[in-house]
Every structure is written in structure tokens, then in C-alpha cells.
């Protein structure tokens, strides 16, 4: 009788452990497509990544690049201070998007050009994404705010 009650508990945890890994395999399988990993300027200058891979790009609107054409496509660079990588972007921009603010778009990479499908801008004077400022810093041009 004993036994039997050591066995059925280590029947329990053996299904309970089976299925914690198929639910966490369902969950990363399902998040696949939504999981986008952030890059620098300078880092997909060394490595360019895939055309297939969507991911994020922050840095600063560099200045003198954005020119708007016919119909809704923007073109601009985005630079960290050590590399600029040029952006097409088909929509309407943020309201508070300009030349040497801070961005992150949302695309992917195909032939030396991001392709955005999402454009996010600071959204008042001080802020800039964790990420951006992390990169900036990595290059040596990042200015702390003024007070």
C-alpha cells in the first residue's frame, strides 16, 4: 500500500513536469512572430541581418536625411553616432517625429535598407527608449538631459 502511494506520486509530478515543458513550448511557439529583437545603427552595420527577420532599430533621426515623397513614403537615416542606416517608411509619421530626436521603428532589412512598418517617436522632451540610450552610450555620443 505503501508502495503504491510512491508511485502514483511520482506518476503525478512525471505528468506535471511533461506537461509544464508542452505548455511553455506551446507559448514560445506562439510568441514567435511577436518576439522582435531591438538592434543598433552600428550592429546591423557589422551584421547585417536577414531579409526574412523582423526586428527593431533605434537611434537618432540624422539630420539633413528625411525627405518625404510622393504620396505617404518617407525616407530618412537613423544613426547612433557610429553607423547610419537608411529607412523607408510608407505611412504617417508620429506628430513629434523630426531630424536628431530619438526613434525606434519596427521592419526588417532588405537590401541595405530598413523597410519600417512601424515608426515610434519620443513623446515628450526628455524620453528616449532604454535601448537607444544603451546604444548611444555604447558610441560615446549620448548627452544626458538637461534639468
Excluded at 514567435?32 to 523582423?54: K, L, T, W, Y
Aim: proline share 5%; net charge negative; charged share 20%.
Amino acid at each position: 500500500m505503501k508502495n503504491l502511494k510512491k508511485q502514483r506520486r511520482i506518476q503525478v509530478i512525471i505528468v506535471a513536469a511533461v506537461a509544464l515543458v508542452v505548455a511553455t513550448g506551446l507559448i514560445g511557439y506562439a510568441m514567435r512572430d511577436g518576439i522582435n529583437f531591438f538592434r543598433a545603427p552600428s550592429q546591423i552595420a557589422e551584421a547585417p541581418p536577414e531579409a526574412s527577420e523582423v526586428f527593431r532599430i533605434g537611434g537618432l533621426v540624422e539630420e539633413g536625411t528625411l525627405v518625404r515623397g510622393q504620396g505617404e513614403v518617407v525616407r530618412f537615416s537613423v544613426t547612433d553616432g557610429g553607423a547610419s542606416i537608411p529607412v523607408t517608411y510608407t505611412g504617417v509619421l508620429p506628430d513629434l517625429f523630426e531630424e536628431n530626436q530619438g526613434m525606434i521603428g519596427t521592419g526588417s532589412y532588405v537590401n541595405g535598407v530598413f523597410e519600417a512598418t512601424e515608426i515610434l517617436a519620443k513623446h515628450d522632451e526628455t524620453y528616449m527608449p532604454k535601448e537607444v540610450v544603451d546604444a548611444l552610450k555604447e558610441q560615446g555620443v549620448y548627452q544626458e538631459p538637461e534639468s
